[in-house]
């Protein structure tokens, strides 16, 4: 039997009397196409050409973004042509959470250690550093925590999902002052995208070139049948054109909050405040597809006006975890009392809540108007400038966008949205409806 001499389609039979190192080059050369990123991604997935010091990818849900995200770091971290020609050996990982860094960024199934190879970079969760084979640190940053980025300094940068950044304005602009090191210091941002200040001007800076991604394009990695189900539940939508077509979309025309009013009333902090109240809107059921439990706090300032200060609603999670998750925050911010509707769960809901926190301050509310009716003063009071947004908060401001008559698209519940018309309805005073001052 004659041996064949080429590497592809070779079955073991044919390896018999062949020379071990013949075979061992053989191996080495399936391993190297195996890994070598740039013969199989897309061209949208690599780093565009010219001189440019940020690189926003704006994908669908599944479009590859973290693969290439991963992939680029990897080989600026390692000096890897064509994408570095040395090692870039301080690098920053920046996720809306440490949690997000590490499950995502770093431990993902397209994440740096998946993409690493024989010799995956060895993450530290103590000093939470990647270190690759060659010496090269990957640094992780949360969006909560701004000034932890200071005193550090990177000549590369990855930030995961921009759009989902809690404090974005404050951690982007310490990640840019950090980005100093090498001869041509640039960060990538991967992220769905959002309607979001932070967002929007990373798009506006000339410094920026902007690659975008959709699911299907990606088809070939993602679960048979997935897109099909996608299509048929999201196609067309809103909320479709957003987290599977990444388009970024502007306000609905008939909806009831416009992002301009919202952005117009952004403040880093919130003065002192006289009453503080956490609002929850709790789901019908507790399994992974029912509704989230909107959990929103605001506070009403001497001046009449109101500031919303943290949006911890939670999906999928069973009435334990999202009372712990809403007691939690009324601890957090010491606010003065927990208002929970009560439409769904009755007394169970104070129930839920008291096994938590038994002397918790406490009042239910029930809903006697559709949800249109009931938001529609609150809207007034944004209008007005009255309500102010203490940082941001995009999958509230998602749902407030998104929001028109007859309701959100895709037949969505506006958990986060009730739970904010809740808050400042009960710190609007006793008759139940926000006092509207008519300019």
């Not at 994440?111 to 690493?116: F, I, P, W």
């Not at 880093?268 to 706090?297: H, M, Q, Y």
């Amino acid at each position: 039997m004659t041996a064949e001499t080429g590497c592809g389609g070779v079955e073991g039979a044919f390896w018999t009397g062949v020379d071990e190192a013949l075979r061992a080059s053989c191996d080495e050369a399936v391993r190297r196409t195996a890994s070598d990123w740039t013969l199989f991604a897309r061209p949208e997935q690599r780093p565009p050409p010219g001189d440019w010091r940020h690189w926003l990818l704006i994908g669908g849900r599944g479009s590859g973004k973290t693969r290439a995200g991963a992939e680029w770091i990897t080989a600026l971290a390692l000096g890897l042509e064509p994408f570095a020609s040395r090692p870039h050996m301080r690098i920053a990982l920046v996720a809306e959470t440490l949690a997000d860094a590490r499950e995502v960024m770093i431990e993902g199934e397209s994440g740096l250690r998946a993409v690493g190879g024989e010799r995956p970079p060895v993450y530290e969760v103590s000093r939470r550093r990647l270190t690759f084979a060659n010496g090269a640190m990957a640094q992780i940053f949360s969006s909560e925590d701004p000034d932890s980025v200071r005193g550090y300094q990177f000549d590369a940068a990855w930030g995961d999902e921009l759009g989902k950044w809690v404090k974005a304005e404050e951690t982007f602009d310490n990640l840019m002052l950090a980005l100093r090191l090498g001869e041509r210091p640039a960060a990538l941002f991967t992220t769905t995208p959002r309607n979001v200040p932070a967002l929007k001007r990373l798009m506006e800076d000339r410094q920026t070139v902007v690659t975008r991604m959709r699911t299907a394009e990606n088809a070939g990695h993602l679960a048979p049948g997935f897109l099909k189900a996608m299509q048929e539940r999201y196609g067309g939508t809103r909320l479709g054109r957003q987290e599977l077509d990444g388009e970024l979309l502007a306000d609905r025309e008939d909806a009831l909050f416009s992002r301009a009013a919202i952005d117009r009333g952004r403040v880093r902090a919130a003065p002192d405040l006289e009453r503080i109240v956490v609002a929850v809107d709790p789901p019908a059921s507790a399994n992974r597809r029912s509704d989230a439990c909107g959990i929103v706090a605001v506070g009403r300032a001497g001046d009449g006006c109101f500031y919303v200060l943290a949006d911890r609603s939670r999906q999928g999670v069973k009435p334990e975890g999202w009372a712990r998750a809403a007691v939690a925050l009324c601890e957090e911010l010491q606010a003065d009392r927990i208002v929970a509707e009560v439409n769904q769960g009755g007394d169970m809901v104070e129930a839920v809540l008291r096994t938590i926190a038994p002397d918790l301050p406490y009042r239910a509310v029930r809903a006697t108007r559709g949800k249109w009716l009931r938001a529609e003063p609150v809207a007034a009071l944004y209008e007005q400038g009255r309500v102010r947004h203490v940082g941001a908060f995009p999958e509230l401001e998602d749902e407030m966008a998104d929001f028109g008559p007859e309701g959100l698209t895709g037949s969505r519940s506006p958990d986060r949205l009730d739970a904010l018309v809740w808050a400042v309805t009960a710190l609007s005073g006793s008759d139940g409806a926000p006092r509207v001052r008519m300019m």
